[in-house]
């Protein structure tokens, strides 16, 4: 398998567990939070400054207020004049381009398909799951209390959706951003880990 492998899915729908699993069955490396920590290495940033960047997300609207210049303004007056989060969102961008280059892997997130969109080794892969199974793994896998579960799940939906679309200018979720979507909510993690191997292996 030569292709970078980059994965966008629903909170509680076992994405990072399906990433993990293809990486193991392929023998190629995972960068999920890993990208936090090597492009706080390179940048200089704390880690907390990427985690605050993402946090965010959650309302599109104060997340456009701060974002300060946006994600226009790299192309109208350079890296100087962008906002934090702007730079901290290039820092991890560079750092998903250089593990890409480095060879096959898996990336889980942070807009990495948008970041590799302009190559033609990368297969993109989103991992959703009905509400109710979401709610049993998040509450028996994450140990979140079942009466904020649900809560919880459409609060992170929306923050990793308003991160995706302020920074790709695409919808996060649409099909038509994919190669291929799949439900753990039919088979299981084992099953989808199968179907995408599968895929991957024509």
Known sequence: MNKVITIGRQFGSG????????????????????????????????????ERAEEKAT???????AM??????SHDFGYASLSIDDRIFLAQSSVIRKVADEGPCIIVGRCADYVLKEREDVVNIFICADLDSRIKRSVEEYGIAS??????????????????????????????????????????????????????EV
Do not use: M
């Open 15 to 50: 994405g990072r567990i399906v990433g993990k699993k293809l990486a193991e069955a392929f023998d190629i490396p995972f960068y999920d939070n890993e990208i936090i920590n090597l492009a706080a290495k390179e940048s200089g940033f704390a880690v907390k400054a990427f």
């Open 59 to 65: 309302n599109s609207f104060l997340y456009s207020i």
């Open 68 to 73: 300060g210049a946006g994600a226009y303004s």
């Open 147 to 200: 009466e904020k579960a649900a809560e919880t799940i459409l609060r992170q939906d929306k923050r990793r959706a308003n991160y995706y679309n302020f920074h790709a200018n695409e919808k996060w979720g649409n099909v038509n951003n994919y190669d291929l979507s799949i439900r753990t909510d039919f088979g299981g993690i084992d099953h989808a880990v199968k179907c995408i191997k599968a895929f991957l």
